[in-house]
């Protein structure tokens, strides 16, 4: 972790997070990426929300969310439907839930604890505000190397029950999170046919938080 810092997101740093995002999932439909325009957004709305690793003067990690409720009754949704407009609309202050709506960190700077750093400092974030917990769509990219013989459904069990790794997945289960059902067309990727996971996180200092 040696050199790296974590700052707000600014104005400033909204080229460089668009880039970072572009590079991160080259599979994903450009359209429904956080871009330039939604970095800014994000700037004015809620920069507490909104994390930026820097190495020297290199954006070489990012975490973006907003403040949100939530119905766990109707948990289907997509990425642009839940965060509205520049993925950053529908935040409310007053909002249960953390939505975690990009996570990135550059290929070059991978296993250098740059992702766990940003999920602790999101469930900082999170107990500080006494938040219900973080809530997420979790991409699945190992999922496209099976799913010609399997379901989404059938490959999120079998990672949550360790019989398979999914980068994106697995890490995540690692890091407290529960996986609690698939998502259908959450972001248009032709490589895993558009699945997530939703995934949640609960508020340990909230006995009542996990109510499903």
Same mark, same amino acid.
Request: glycine letters at 8%; hydrophobic letters at 40%; one cysteine or more.
């Given at each position: ?30 359209? %429904? ?37 939530? &119905?766990?009754?109707?948990? %289907? ?9 520049? %993925? ?9 839930? +953390? +939505?975690?709506? &990009? ?9 250098? #604890?740059?992702?766990?750093?940003? +999920? ?9 505000? #006494? ?30 029950? #360790?019989?398979? +790794? &999914? ?46």
């Amino acid at each position: 972790m040696s050199g790296l810092r974590v700052v707000q997101v600014t104005e400033a740093l909204a080229p460089a997070c668009g880039a970072l995002e572009r590079l991160c999932f080259p599979h994903a439909d450009p359209a %429904q990426l956080i871009d330039v325009e939604d970095v800014v957004a994000s700037s004015q709305i809620f920069p507490e929300g909104f994390f930026v690793v820097l190495d020297g003067e290199q954006v070489v990690g990012q975490a973006a969310g907003i403040f949100l409720d939530f &119905d766990f009754s109707r948990p %289907q949704h997509s990425i642009i439907s839940i965060t509205g407009a520049h %993925q950053c609309g529908n935040h409310r202050p007053d909002g249960a839930w +953390y +939505y975690g709506t &990009d996570m990135a960190v550059h290929p070059d700077h991978r296993r250098r #604890g740059i992702g766990r750093m940003l +999920y602790e400092l999101r469930k900082d974030l999170v107990r500080r505000h #006494g938040k219900r917990g973080i809530l997420a769509g979790a991409s699945i990219p190992g999922f496209a190397a099976h799913k010609h013989v399997m379901s989404a459904a059938e490959y999120i069990d079998r990672v949550v029950g #360790g019989e398979l +790794y &999914d980068p994106t997945l697995s890490f995540q289960l690692h890091n407290g999170f529960r996986a609690v059902t698939p998502l259908e067309n959450y972001l248009r990727d032709e490589a895993i046919d558009s699945w997530a996971a939703l995934i949640v996180w609960d508020n340990p200092d909230l006995r009542e938080a996990k109510q499903f």
